[in-house]
């Protein structure tokens, strides 16, 4: 699949340049605009500009969308079977360092990942995620996150993703100076220098407003594909296209967040949360290609390699999306029996033990106390709770609360 | 200096620098589907050391089935003695191995006080991915052996293979016990 990473980053770096050239030019004119003669300081001054917003979303991006999602880091105590999970898919990708985990606080599943290369990824789900999928369909969504890693398509989206949320507020900010102190300007200077200057107003404002919506049709007409391949990925990875399928389905049933809609970030996310049922997804201006077309594709692959997805796609679009690179090796794979299966019997937790862990799970990150009783009830504390003493409501036994200690779970 | 020579030493470089890359790219390839080897080995070893621990506990819990965990036990000691025996061998054994563990999982279904047991289920949990991550190494090493021999065979690359001497690679193929079950039929 070398093709489709070394394509995002030639993408990522061309997107990085365009952006630089838009901005230096936007500056140049602005600069011009308002202040005639200004435009080398005005180049300059995108220059830096540039430079500062390339590093902070090379390097600094994955932070900053994972803290606006709320997502709490947990280590593999926390949630050994999400780790396990999360551990077989590397081996099975191929990825040698472990991404970080995070775990959202929402009932509502969905999943997405951030991370400029393999090394320095992080995977998130959320908390009604792990307690409405089992097994199978964890491990297919986890596949296909770990997919969106490897081919590189986290870099290329975090990098249009900040350059789509800059060029709007660089854009927003001009409009809004220029509708004020435009008219100040232009009456200083005389009958000739006006025209030019209007002229060039009249430039940088079409800038203002077109780059925003250049970048998002770019931006959107995009990210359809990858996600097919990160769904072919995904079901050669785990052997088990009938997994990410029902994960698909259970996910599209209701994937909103109950934050704010960020449209910006929206794409990240496995499912598109700002789609509705009722609102297909599908069209020009969507990030995600239909949900319904995925999983019908999925489900009529005849194995699990690539070239099966391959023949599925075409069968159903008439068109192609795995690169001919990855087709040329990719050997006949075939589909492996689903996990809990009556023969072999192994257990799975049932849905009520389930979201029991993944309660303590987040009390545990939200820095609650645990405390055991002998009788067998569990205490779990606030941090607000400041008495040094607790009674056990059920037998009556006095505990101290352990002042400053990490919670025992 | 006259053109053609130029253009021969121009030529001439072009070469050299193709097969200064097609070497690397051989070489790659070939550390790649050694580290997924290593890995295997890495799965293979969790997995012994697993064993131990599952065998003490359902041992605790079960009074009647010594001879299943005999075989297991046994079956683990004679996977780890093939580990240096080259890759049919050893992928004999633990065939052998997973055989032993899944003739273990059924009988440990009738003993519902050991399902519930948490070290057991920590353990079960354990070993299932092991089992998974034994399997998905095995498929990744698969993938990169094929990668690894594509290249070897395909022109021109071949050219250099036979030249340094890189040698095809085999491919690791655990039978599952499951697929050689006859299917039930029910009326």
């Avoid at chain 1, 679009?317 to 589909?335: D, H, Y």
């Avoid at chain 2, 965990?69 to 052998?96: C, D, F, W, Y």
Wanted: net charge positive; charged share 20%.
């Amino acid at each position: 699949m070398w093709e489709a990473i070394a394509r995002n980053r030639r993408k990522s770096f061309v997107l990085i340049s365009v952006m630089g050239a838009f901005m230096i030019g936007a500056g140049m004119l602005i600069a011009e605009a308002i202040w005639p003669g200004a435009y080398m300081a005005g180049g300059v001054v995108a220059i830096v500009l540039w430079a500062i917003l390339s590093l902070t979303s090379f390097y600094g991006g994955d932070t900053v969308f994972l803290a606006s999602a709320g997502a709490r880091k947990i280590q593999k105590n926390d949630h050994p079977t999400l780790y396990n999970i999360v551990e077989e898919m590397c081996i099975a990708a191929g990825i040698s360092k472990m991404p970080k985990i995070y775990i959202i606080d929402d009932n509502r599943p969905n999943a997405f990942a951030v991370g400029r290369d393999p090394e320095h990824a992080s995977v998130a789900v959320t908390a009604g995620l792990l307690n409405r999928l089992n097994r199978d369909e964890v491990q297919g969504v986890v596949a296909h996150e770990l997919a969106h890693i490897r081919n590189r398509d986290t870099l290329y989206v975090m990098v249009a993703a900040i350059m789509v949320g800059v060029i709007a507020l660089m854009a927003d900010v001009f409009l809004r100076y220029a509708w004020l102190t435009g008219g100040r300007h232009r009456s200083r200077r005389g009958k000739g220098g006006n025209q030019a200057q209007a002229v060039l107003l009249i430039i940088a404002i079409l800038f203002a407003i077109l780059g925003p919506i250049a970048v998002q049709l770019l931006y959107f007409a995009l990210s359809r594909r990858r996600e097919y391949l990160a769904d072919a990925c995904g079901a050669l990875f785990t052997r088990y296209p009938e997994g990410l399928a029902s994960a698909l389905q259970k996910i599209s049933a209701n994937p909103g967040l109950k934050e704010k809609k960020n449209r910006v970030m929206s794409p990240m996310y496995i499912v598109n949360p700002l789609q509705t049922a009722a609102f297909a997804a599908g069209g020009l201006g969507s990030t995600h290609p239909p949900t319904k077309d995925r999983i019908r594709i999925l489900r009529s692959m005849a194995g699990a390699s690539l070239a099966d997805y391959e023949a599925a796609f075409a069968r159903s679009t008439n068109q192609s999306v795995v690169p001919k690179s990855a087709l040329e090796t990719s050997r006949a794979v075939g589909i492996r029996p689903p996990w809990r299966d009556e023969k072999h019997k192994k257990p799975e937790p049932d849905a009520r033990q389930k979201a029991r862990q993944t309660a303590d799970l987040l009390w545990k990150l939200n820095k609650y106390v645990f405390i055991a009783c002998a009788c067998g009830t569990r205490l779990k504390l606030p941090p607000s709770f400041k008495l040094s003493k607790v009674t056990c409501p059920r037998c009556g036994r006095v505990h101290d609360v352990p002042r400053g200690a990490q919670a025992k779970a | 200096m006259s053109p053609v020579t130029i253009v021969l030493i121009v030529v001439f470089g072009l070469v050299v620098l193709w097969l200064i890359g097609a070497y690397n790219r051989l070489v790659r390839l070939r550390n790649q589907y050694k580290n997924a080897w290593a890995q295997i080995d890495v799965q293979l070893k969790r997995r012994w050391d697993l064993i131990p621990n599952l065998v003490e506990t359902v041992k605790g819990y079960t009074k009647h089935e010594a001879e299943t965990l005999q075989k297991v036990t046994e079956a683990r000691n004679i996977a780890q003695r093939a580990a240096g025996q080259g890759v049919a061998k050893q992928a004999e054994a633990e065939s052998m191995l997973s055989g032993a563990l899944s003739r273990l999982m059924v009988v440990v279904e009738a003993y519902p006080e050991l399902k519930a047991n948490q070290n057991y289920l920590a353990l079960q949990e354990e070993l299932t991915s092991t089992e998974n991550k034994i399997g998905f190494s095995r498929q990744f090493y698969n993938d990169t052996v094929m990668r690894f021999n594509t290249k070897i065979q395909m022109f021109p690359t071949n050219i250099v293979a036979g030249v340094f001497n890189f040698k095809q690679a085999e491919f690791f193929e655990l039978k599952d016990e499951a697929a050689r079950e006859a299917p039930k039929v029910q009326f």
